[in-house]
């Protein structure tokens, strides 16, 4: 079966920490290009980050850069994302999604995130993980 699953979510006082993964299985992640998005309440779904393969380029939002990190383990075939310094604004359900065999440049990862149209190359879903940031 062919799928992604998140995991990681849950409740973070402001200013903590939290680790997200994206499990895939049925497939293999060593070819395709993940994402991280999010829908917070009320509000349109919105691109976290993205990395290609081999980690030889990594995107992130202007909300997420310089607090988050994204990172993958192919062998695992886990893709992760490392949130610290998180505030209340980052509450939300996080999705996670796979393009395969993207273009080597990256501008899928970037484009995708940023609300382009190569988001939808973005073939596998998961059902995403909710994180509430609260005190």
């Known amino acids: 079966q062919v799928q992604l699953v998140e995991s990681g979510g849950g409740l973070v006082q402001p200013g903590g920490s939290l680790k997200l993964s994206c499990k895939a299985s049925?497939?293999?992640?060593?070819?395709?290009?993940v994402a991280w998005f999010r829908r917070a309440p009320g509000k349109e779904r919105e691109g976290v980050s993205c990395?290609?393969?081999?980690?030889?380029?990594?995107y992130y939002s202007d909300s997420a850069g310089g607090r988050f990190t994204i990172s993958r383990d192919n062998y695992a075939n886990t893709a992760y994302l490392q949130m610290h310094n998180m505030r209340p604004e980052d509450t939300g359900v996080y999705f996670c999604?796979?393009?395969?065999?993207?273009?080597?440049?990256?501008?899928?990862?970037?484009?995708?995130?940023?609300?382009?149209?190569?988001?939808?190359?973005?073939?596998?879903w998961g059902k995403g993980t909710p994180v509430t940031v609260s005190s």
């Open positions: 999604a796979a393009y395969p065999r993207p273009p080597e440049s990256g501008y899928v990862c970037f484009d995708s995130i940023h609300g382009g149209a190569s988001v939808y190359g973005m073939r596998y």
């Open positions: 990395i290609m393969m081999n980690e030889a380029y990594t």
């Open positions: 049925g497939f293999r992640l060593d070819d395709t290009a």
